[in-house]
C-alpha cells in the first residue's frame, strides 16, 4: 500500500475513532432521541473497546430508569402524603379564592 | 361553597373546587415532588396551582377531565420554577471539571482516577430503591441550576428539545453539552455517595 493512501486509511480512522468525551456525548443523547448511522458505528466501535464508558452507558440509563419510575404515580404506593395541616392550609387558600 | 360549573350539554368535564383538595391534593402534591425533588416546594407549587386554576376556572371548556387540566397548570408552574431559577449565570469551573484528560497522548479519555468503577449490583435491589433515590436528589442539588433545570425538564418527557431551549433560551447544541455534562457529574456524584 503507498504511503499516500496509509495516510487517507488514517486520516479517515481518525474520524470514526471517538475518544470517551465524545463517546459519553453520543451515549447521553442516545438517551433521549435516537443517533445518526455514523454515530451508532461510531459508538458501538467504542463501546466495544472501552469498559469505563461501557459502564458509563449502564450506570446512566439506571439513573435514568430511576428518575422514571420515580415520575409514576402509583396511587397506592405514594412517595409523600400531605399532612391534615398541608390540607387544611390548602383548603383555606382555596376558600378565600373563592370568596374574592 | 359548591362553585361545580354547571354545563348545559352532557359528557362535558366539570370542576369542584370544594373537592380539589381530597380528590386529587396529594396525586398534584406527588406530581410536582417527582420533579422539583423539594416538599416545601411541591407544596407550594400545589398552592399556585390551585390558584391559577380558580382564576382560569371560566376559561375551562370542559374538554379534558378536572386532574388533566390541573396538572397541566401545574406543569406550566414547573417550567416556570426552572426558568426562575436557571438565570443566565456562567458555570463556574469549580462547580465542573470534566473527567477527561485535556491533554497529552491520553486527551480526551478518562482520568484513571475519575473513570467510572463498577457498581455493586445491590443497587438493583428494589431494597435500595429509597437510598438510591435519596442519593440521586442530594446529586441532583449540587447541579448547576441551569443544567439541573435541562435535566429535570427533559426528563418530563412531554416537554421536547426545542421547547426546552425556548423556555431556557440556549441552543439545542448548547442543551446537548449541558446535559452530557450533567450526566457526567451525577454518575461521578452517585458513584462516590455510594461507595462511601
Redesign the interface.
Known amino acids: 500500500m503507498s504511503k499516500k493512501k496509509k495516510n487517507l486509511i488514517m486520516k479517515g480512522m481518525d474520524k470514526i475513532i471517538l ?4 463517546a ?2 453520543l451515549i ?2 442516545s ?3 435516537s443517533l445518526n448511522c455514523i454515530q451508532k458505528i461510531q459508538l458501538k466501535l467504542h463501546l466495544s473497546s472501552c469498559k ?2 461501557k ?2 452507558a ?3 440509563k ?3 430508569q ?6 409514576k ?1 402509583d ?1 397506592d404506593h ?5 399532612t391534615e395541616e ?2 387544611t ?3 383555606k ?3 378565600s ?3 374574592k | 361553597m359548591d362553585t361545580t360549573q354547571t354545563s348545559s350539554s352532557g359528557g362535558k368535564h366539570l370542576l369542584n373546587p370544594g373537592n380539589w383538595v381530597e380528590d386529587h391534593g396529594d396525586y398534584l402534591y406527588n406530581f410536582a415532588f417527582s420533579r422539583v425533588h423539594s416538599k416545601e416546594l411541591a407544596e407550594d407549587m400545589v398552592q399556585e396551582t390551585y390558584v391559577a386554576a380558580l382564576k382560569a376556572m371560566p376559561s375551562f371548556q370542559g374538554k379534558s377531565s378536572e386532574i388533566t387540566w390541573l396538572i397541566s397548570i401545574l406543569k406550566r408552574k414547573i417550567i416556570d420554577h426552572y426558568r426562575k431559577s436557571s438565570t443566565s449565570k456562567e458555570i463556574s469551573s469549580s462547580e465542573f471539571s470534566k473527567p477527561f484528560n485535556e491533554d497529552g497522548k491520553m486527551q480526551g479519555h478518562w482520568i484513571l482516577e475519575r473513570a467510572p468503577k463498577e457498581w455493586p449490583h445491590e443497587l438493583e435491589d428494589p431494597i435500595h430503591q429509597e437510598e438510591f433515590r435519596k442519593i440521586l436528589e442530594i446529586c441532583l442539588s449540587f447541579l448547576p441550576d441551569k443544567w439541573k433545570a435541562v435535566f429535570i425538564l427533559k426528563v418530563i418527557d412531554e416537554i421536547n428539545s426545542d421547547e426546552v431551549c425556548k423556555e431556557l433560551g440556549c441552543t439545542p447544541s448548547n442543551l446537548w453539552v449541558m446535559l452530557h455534562r450533567a450526566r457526567l457529574k451525577l454518575r461521578e456524584c452517585i458513584e462516590l455517595k455510594w461507595m462511601k
Do not use: P, V
Open positions: 475518544d470517551c468525551d465524545h459519553t456525548y447521553t443523547k438517551e433521549y432521541e469505563f464508558c459502564m458509563f449502564e450506570q446512566n439506571f439513573i435514568s430511576s428518575l422514571n419510575d420515580f415520575k404515580i396511587m405514594l412517595h409523600i402524603r400531605l398541608q390540607q392550609k390548602l383548603k387558600t382555596i376558600e379564592e373563592i370568596k
